[in-house]
């Protein structure tokens, strides 16, 4: 059976937890649904500005904004990051996901999933979303690594970070994004219309868009394949019935909720959340797979059922920062469900090897994952 992300298993303790570690930057963590919907749902009460502590100090990452530059630097994106857009987007997707099986199938029996499918195609489904070139995968990869890597040096994080920040500002002043990308289209805007992005929050938008998203996105189709391998009834019904892959990709991201460890706030004046008086100033992170397995909400939640038809769950956050990429990860995981159901449906786990989880990082996923198919 696949494991479930082990932050789920706050549910079982209080509403709101008391953090006294050294170490941790939030005072509380908040793990029951409505509370954790509060929480996202309120940015006047709750502030996302938080510095990184890894990120170079020219790095503004738009998540950690508040209004009204974050409202004003959202009302921008939208419009290129809608449903709509994601299907129009639709045939590329699929051509990048048949290309990724045709290298699947090439590597051959024994090889890492995450290594010869999941990460190129995160990848690729990004670059060429956001305008980038998809042959700079190692450079891309490396930095990002050492970004977000827990145990890598404060030093290495940031000069890191400052790398990709001049690759990107490279990218921006080129002005050779492909037609129909989302750096072509705010290039197009910044031309047209009088309210447009700067030169620095374009790199920004672009850093936050492929950090947070290359890890969710990658984790999330590993996730998704390990489940087809390990439940061959859910796998059957969804070959059977393709209607089903939609709600299938929604439940996936429920039960994994991927973005592992707690997201912080900064109360900006005394309150109260869960029955527990929070200060002025204090910080308050709220665990999303803790909200997602509430069991007041979500009737046996460790029950992974691509047919549940409760609350909308709360992976992909909750108000103004609520993910702004979902349109494009929903399309590339329902594409990547269907075709490998089409094309490899025997995938399975190599021998008697265990999948290698990730825990210790921001995202939980899949480290590594031998395959194999009858």
């Not at 479930?4 to 008391?18: H, Q, S, T």
């Not at 891309?140 to 990709?164: C, I, N, S």
């Not at 665990?287 to 709360?314: K, M, Q, Y």
């Amino acid at each position: 059976m696949t494991e479930p992300p082990k932050d789920a298993g706050l549910r079982f303790k209080k509403a709101v937890l008391r953090v006294r570690h050294p170490d941790a930057l939030a005072s509380w963590i908040v793990t029951r649904y409505d509370d954790v919907r509060k929480v996202l749902g309120d940015s006047q009460l709750f502030s996302s500005q938080i510095p990184l502590m890894n990120a170079p100090p020219e790095l503004d990452i738009f998540i950690q904004t508040d209004p009204p530059d974050h409202t004003r630097i959202r009302r921008l994106l939208t419009p290129h990051l809608t449903v709509r857009r994601m299907v129009e987007h639709a045939q590329q997707i699929d051509l990048l996901v048949d290309h990724a099986l045709d290298r699947l199938i090439s590597a051959g029996a024994g090889a890492d999933l995450t290594e010869q499918f999941s990460n190129p195609l995160a990848h690729a489904a990004l670059c060429q979303f956001l305008g980038l070139q998809a042959t700079d995968r190692a450079l891309l990869d490396q930095w990002l690594h050492t970004f977000e890597a827990p145990d890598a040096p404060l030093a290495d994080k940031q000069r890191a970070g400052k790398d990709m920040m001049r690759y990107l500002e490279h990218a921006v002043r080129a002005s050779t994004a492909p037609e129909g990308s989302l750096l072509s289209r705010l290039h197009r805007r910044n031309e047209e219309e009088t309210e447009s992005l700067t030169e620095r929050e374009l790199v920004c938008v672009l850093f936050t868009l492929l950090s947070a998203g290359y890890e969710t996105l990658r984790n999330m189709i590993s996730l998704s394949l390990l489940t087809l391998m390990l439940r061959p009834e859910t796998a059957d019904e969804l070959r059977a019935d393709h209607s089903l892959v939609p709600a299938a990709v929604e439940e996936f991201a429920r039960y994994y909720s991927v973005v592992h460890r707690p997201l912080p706030r900064k109360a900006t004046r005394d309150t109260e959340i869960g029955g527990v008086q929070v200060k002025a100033g204090e910080y308050v992170a709220v665990s999303l797979p803790a909200a997602n397995w509430d069991t007041s909400v979500f009737e046996n939640p460790e029950e992974l059922d691509i047919h549940r038809t409760a609350a909308p769950h709360l992976a992909f956050g909750h108000g103004i920062h609520h993910c702004v990429g979902r349109p494009l990860a929903v399309s590339v995981l329902k594409s990547v469900i269907t075709k490998t159901q089409q094309r490899i449906p025997q995938l399975q786990p190599a021998g008697n090897q265990a999948p290698q989880y990730l825990h210790e990082r921001l995202f939980y996923g899949v480290r590594e994952l031998s395959f194999e198919w009858n």
